[in-house]
């Protein structure tokens, strides 16, 4: 009896238990398929499943070139893009992947919060730019929208540009932010953004180089995957108890100290 005869005589309710086993085997080849993917760590709000550095830095694109740093960025060997007053006397230090689901969970759930805190001048946040999912998944999609949002930091862009790019964000295996006309055409949606010398940093690859040595950064820190979130040292994103509440109580309470 052919397989398509026997399920056909099975009942509705056998029928539907053979699906769901299809279901289950396809997802676990699925699964193989995504080199280091697993489960790192939940936020209560973001609940989203962190990327594993298991190829970090290994995205297989062209980074040759000198190390041109986006204006203003500080920190070891200037891999930071810093936000906020340098005078807060708290610090959020966010590794991140603009193709990281997990990491534009953890923006959707806090970003209003860190905000209003940077904006007060209460929390300086400091971003750093890794390439995981391009090492994981194969593709070019991290490092370009990585290098895009370094140049909207050379003119200032960067807080407005990095959201726009989270708000955007294309499905996982959906390598999207590699074509530089995507990237390009999302600095539409950034006042000022969208000039010849963006335009020109963008397909260059002005501050590819720059994206490769922060992903390497990311690779020898020992960091789980992305996103990796540090509160004044301390990892938050691993605290289960977190809450973008509770973030801004500790940083208040840090700014009266």
């Known amino acids: 009896m052919s397989e398509k005869n026997r399920v056909g005589k099975l009942s509705a309710r056998e029928r539907l238990a053979v699906e769901r086993e299809k279901q289950k085997a396809a997802e676990k080849r699925r699964k193989v398929l995504v080199v280091g993917a697993s489960v790192v760590a939940v936020l209560a709000v973001a609940a989203g499943i962190g990327v594993v550095a298991a190829n970090a830095g290994k995205d297989g694109g062209d980074s040759a070139g000198p190390v041109v740093a986006p204006s203003g ?3 070891k060997d ?79 862009k960067f807080p407005a ?29 950034v006042d000022g953004l969208d000039t010849p010398a963006f335009r020109a940093c963008v397909e260059k690859g002005t501050h590819n180089a720059w994206v490769k040595k922060s992903a390497e950064a990311f690779s020898n820190g020992g960091f789980g995957g992305t996103p990796t979130v540090l509160f004044n040292g301390k990892n938050i994103y691993a605290d289960q108890s977190m809450t973008p509440a509770k973030l801004k109580q500790m940083v208040e309470e840090a700014d009266k100290g």
Not at 169 to 181: H, I
């Open 78 to 156: 200037a891999l930071a893009i810093p936000v906020g007053k340098e005078s807060a006397k708290s610090t959020l230090v966010v590794w991140e992947d603009f193709r990281c689901p997990a990491c534009k969970s953890f923006e959707t759930a806090y970003r209003s919060v860190i905000h209003e805190l940077t904006g007060a001048g209460k929390l300086k946040t400091e971003y750093h730019l890794a390439t995981l999912i391009d090492g994981n998944l194969r593709g070019s999609g991290s490092r370009k929208a990585a290098n895009a949002a370094a140049c909207a930091q050379d003119v200032g």
């Open 73 to 75: 960025a500080g920190g």
């Open 161 to 189: 540009y990095h959201d726009v790019l989270y708000e955007n964000q294309p499905q996982e295996t959906d390598d999207a932010y590699a074509k530089e006309a995507r990237l390009i055409e999302l600095a539409g949606k």
